[in-house]
């Protein structure tokens, strides 16, 4: 019996760059001061000693056929306990910059907006 593949129904955000070539099907890229705005059809939240920990968010993209998911930061996440965006609410992720961390890592400064 043959082998059958299907190609991937959604497509990951990255920040700043393409991180594999061969991903570009799977990948939507939002480049330093670039915004990306979407409806939240569907939302996970993980938790961790009864704290929100990450947020998946699936948005419906102006544009874009598949439902494109965008993986909280550390920015993200203390703008979502903030704002508390839900299901079906209009939101905008704009990345603003990276920056150095304490740890001698990349962060990334992604702003939360949400349409009220």
């Known amino acids: 019996m043959p082998w059958i593949e299907e ?8 920040w700043g760059k393409l991180k594999n070539k061969d991903d570009k099907d799977m990948v939507l890229v939002v ?4 915004s990306l705005q979407g409806v939240i059809k569907k ?8 704290e929100v ?3 998946k968010y699936h948005l419906k993209v102006k ?7 965008v993986w909280s930061n550390a920015a993200i996440l203390r703008q979502h ?11 905008r992720f704009t ?9 001698g890592n990349k962060g990334r400064d992604v702003r939360l907006a949400v349409s009220r």
């Open 31 to 34: 480049k330093e001061g670039e």
């Open 43 to 50: 939302m996970t939240e993980d938790f961790m000693d009864n």
């Open 53 to 55: 920990s990450q947020v």
């Open 81 to 91: 306990k903030v704002l508390k965006p839900q299901e079906g609410e209009e939101v």
């Open 63 to 69: 544009g874009v056929e598949e439902p494109v998911i």
């Open 7 to 14: 190609q991937s129904s959604v497509k990951f955000v990255n």
């Open 95 to 103: 990345y603003v910059k990276d920056y150095p961390t304490k740890a």
